[in-house]
């Protein structure tokens, strides 16, 4: 069987789970037997493949900026003008790369992904008639409280156009029905973890240890956007130190809400025990899961949540938004609802406190980081399109 | 005996007793398992046992279900008093707050415990001479106590373990102990009705008070003990499963069969003697697939908190502080050591059913957090 797939980002040049999700999947999928032709925009960074059976075609010469969701602040102008400008001109090219190609190559379905490539696999599907199956990460909904219409109606367009549809979670499912979806076309696939990538326990970063000068740790990590919670974290962690003055907290992560965010620190009066770390390599995000002793993810909507197993794999005991994909399928984590700060902060305060329950937490995270694979995730992906197979073939 | 959702950044100028504990969600459960279960059942226990000279039925409650009846629904606890009017109702002797304390290295809680029990059954009618610890959890050790208060007989669950070939339908004597007998519950039975009876999976299904008296009349043995949660009836079970017709027609049906009759556990221990000797060393109990004390004891979150409780005994009862020795005494009953049970699978799922917490670990943050502000309480009350 051989897959054209409508790619995005890959990594290293990823920043959402949408990369990390398409590397694993695709590796995965190729190892099961599967051909993937990769359809991504060109980086000129040089994207590599992984394996014999994935083939990665670069279209569209447009200079693209990272993947960049939308925020109220910044929604007309950079969002506005160049990424839309540069997904409108990926999808079209894409398409007819798509279609130039499917001659040839004899694909046997199309899978896209998000509504970045909407345009690509309705017109692809069109032209080729072949079955189409879309998975979405997250939807307008979980990206900001006010959505964005023409964003909206490109994924409603989307959620009408496939086939089948995969949600990341329960909670992403409920939200391609508010779009609009037939309940009975969308399946639940779960992200997974690479388990091995991340329980290395690397933890000898010596600058971060300088700075941490033996304080329990909490880590933040994801895009410093209103949809990840970092103020809610902050305001967290005001009263966590109230408590336990010797404690560290950790913001990983870029975004707009940077400047909002420090002087929020600044205001709070705990700007000597939040450290804010900016970007992170993926060398240095293993380093700093090991070298957290609690991960926190506030996320206000959180369609799945991929760093959460990430930080599990490494044994640290996690803290995740009641609002989120991973929450409903994880057992070893403690859950929160993202407003309640006092609540967060005590169940914060509870794992630095109390090792038998950071020592719980920690085993049992990694029994579901173990459960949770992405082998475990392409195979229901194939499932799903040997679903949507049985039904289109005429 | 729910807690309340604590917060450690709450002021302090509450008594502990509106700090911990949730007087108002515990009144809302009593009086809708009252409603749908305690009551309805009741009626009917009574009126059968009016209409049956012979029926006989035998009921364990914990003196902190007496106490909250006594705080909420009055009513209840008088139509237990009505059951016991007649005789034929008889009460079993257990640790007042449902607790592990006869865990405990020194006895003395536990002694309390059952003493304070005890009088409060008095008060209802009942002078029980059989004793049924915390989840049937028994042990050679925990028989002798129960033999030094006094008690004839003690209930526990009939695991294969513990009996080998021998069947759970006679009476034991028990390792090193003189005169106390040991009654088994017979799990399957119990079980059939307790957890199988609205299982449409069964291939039993449906159970009928006929083919059940059958079951009974056709075993072996010199008795069967069937014990199960009252809350099988109504609440486990609800009416639409057709489970108090089941009721009402079982003394009936069991009338039917000539080589039956009930007995209360009292009775039993009198009439019949032991046919064999039992050697519990270690705890069992009748929970899980484990039957021993890993549902309570199994993790390490558990056992912290058990230490703590633990700990918090002597510096408590130094103080003579009635508040504290009673929010303590409430803290031990053991289901908030259950909710932090972290077993996987089936079991799990058991123990997520009956509890009130997002996971195990929500179940720790909460009374982990309880039992500090305790052991916080206790030291500034020593200062004072």
């Known amino acids: 069987m051989r897959v054209a797939m409508i790619g995005w980002e890959f990594p290293p040049f990823a920043s959402g789970g949408l990369g990390v999700h398409c590397l694993e999947l695709t590796s995965r999928l190729c190892n099961m037997g599967i051909e993937v032709d990769f359809f991504m925009p060109k980086s000129g960074e040089g994207v590599k493949s992984s394996h014999p059976k994935l083939r990665i075609i670069e279209v569209a010469k447009a200079e693209i900026s990272p993947y960049i969701f939308v925020s109220k602040s910044r929604r007309h102008s950079t969002y506005g003008e160049n990424l839309m400008h540069a997904v409108e001109q990926y999808n079209k090219e894409c398409a007819q790369a798509l279609v130039q190609q499917a001659g040839e190559r004899e694909y046997a379905l199309i899978h896209a992904h998000d509504w970045l490539g909407v345009k690509a696999a309705c017109e692809a599907g069109a032209k080729t008639k072949l079955p189409i199956v879309h998975t979405f990460h997250s939807t307008e909904f979980d990206r900001t409280s006010v959505p964005w219409d023409f964003l909206v109606d490109i994924e409603r367009q989307g959620v009408q156009n496939a086939n089948l549809l995969i949600a990341v979670s329960r909670r992403t499912k409920a939200q391609l029905m508010r779009l609009g979806a037939d309940e009975g076309k969308i399946r639940v696939v779960y992200n997974g973890v690479d388990a091995q990538k991340f329980n290395k326990g690397n933890s000898g970063n010596a600058a971060l240890e300088r700075f941490r000068q033996g304080r329990k740790t909490v880590l933040f990590f994801g895009r410093l956007t209103e949809q990840k919670g970092p103020m809610q974290f902050l305001h967290a962690a005001k009263k966590v130190l109230h408590v336990m003055p010797d404690t560290l907290f950790l913001v990983a992560g870029k975004g707009d809400m940077l400047p909002l965010l420090i002087n929020t620190a600044i205001e709070l009066g705990i700007k000597d025990s939040v450290m804010f770390l900016g970007y992170v390599s993926e060398e240095d995000q293993k380093k700093i899961y090991s070298a957290a002793d609690l991960y926190v993810m506030p996320s206000t909507s959180e369609p799945f949540g991929i760093t959460a197993l990430e930080a599990m794999s490494a044994g640290t005991p996690v803290i995740i938004s009641r609002t989120s994909g991973v929450g409903e399928t994880v057992k070893g984590a403690l859950l929160v609802d993202f407003w309640d700060i006092n609540g967060m902060a005590q169940k914060m305060l509870s794992v630095l406190k109390y090792p038998a329950l950071g020592n719980s937490l920690s085993n049992a995270g990694k029994e579901d980081a173990r459960k949770m694979s992405w082998e475990k995730t392409a195979q229901n992906t194939i499932e799903v399109y040997n679903e949507v197979l049985g039904r289109g073939k005429i | ?384």
């Open chain 2, 1 to 384: 005996m729910r807690l309340k959702r604590f917060s450690i950044f709450e002021s302090h100028e509450k008594s502990v007793r509106e700090r911990y504990f949730d007087n108002e969600l515990n009144r809302q459960i009593l009086e809708k398992v009252a409603k749908k279960c305690y009551l309805p059942t009741n009626a009917l226990m009574l009126e059968l046992l009016q209409k049956h000279p012979n029926m006989r039925v035998s009921y364990s409650l914990t003196g902190v279900f007496m106490e909250q009846c006594k705080m909420f629904a009055p009513y209840l606890l008088d139509s237990f008093a009505a059951l016991a009017k007649t005789g034929r109702v008889e009460f079993l002797s257990e640790t007042y707050y449902h607790s592990l304390s006869a865990l405990f290295p020194s006895k003395d809680e536990f002694v309390e415990q059952v003493k304070l029990h005890q009088s409060e059954v008095e008060k209802l009618g009942g002078k029980p001479s059989v004793f049924r610890n915390t989840e049937a959890m028994f042990s050679n050790e925990i028989a002798y106590l129960a033999q030094r208060l006094g008690y004839d007989g003690i209930l526990t669950e009939g695991i294969e373990h513990v009996l080998g070939w021998r069947s759970p339908n006679y009476l034991y004597s028990v390792k090193s102990c003189e005169g106390i007998k040991a009654m088994l519950r017979n799990y399957k039975l119990s079980d059939d009705i307790g957890y199988r009876f609205s299982a449409k999976w069964w291939s039993e299904y449906p159970l009928t008070a006929d083919k059940y008296a059958k079951w009974l009349s056709s075993l072996e043995g010199d008795c069967v003990n069937v014990f199960m949660d009252y809350e099988t009836f109504g609440e486990h079970h609800w009416e639409d499963t057709g489970i108090f017709e089941f009721l009402r027609c079982l003394p009936t049906e069991m009338g039917k069969h000539s080589n039956l009759e009930f007995v209360t556990p009292s009775m039993l221990v009198k009439s019949a003697g032991a046919v064999g000797e039992i050697d519990v060393p270690h705890v069992i109990s009748w929970a899980d697939m484990e039957r021993d004390t890993s549902a309570w004891l199994g993790n390490e979150m558990q056992r912290e908190c058990f230490g703590i409780l633990q700990e918090l005994e002597a510096p408590i009862k130094e103080l003579k502080d009635e508040e504290l020795l009673s929010a303590w005494r409430m803290l031990q009953n053991s289901d908030h050591l259950y909710y932090l049970c972290t077993k996987s699978l089936s079991d799990q799922d058991v123990h997520n059913y009956f509890s009130p917490y997002d996971s195990p670990f929500d179940a720790y943050v909460n009374f982990r957090n309880i039992l500090e502000d305790l052991r916080g309480e206790v030291k500034a009350r020593q200062k004072a």
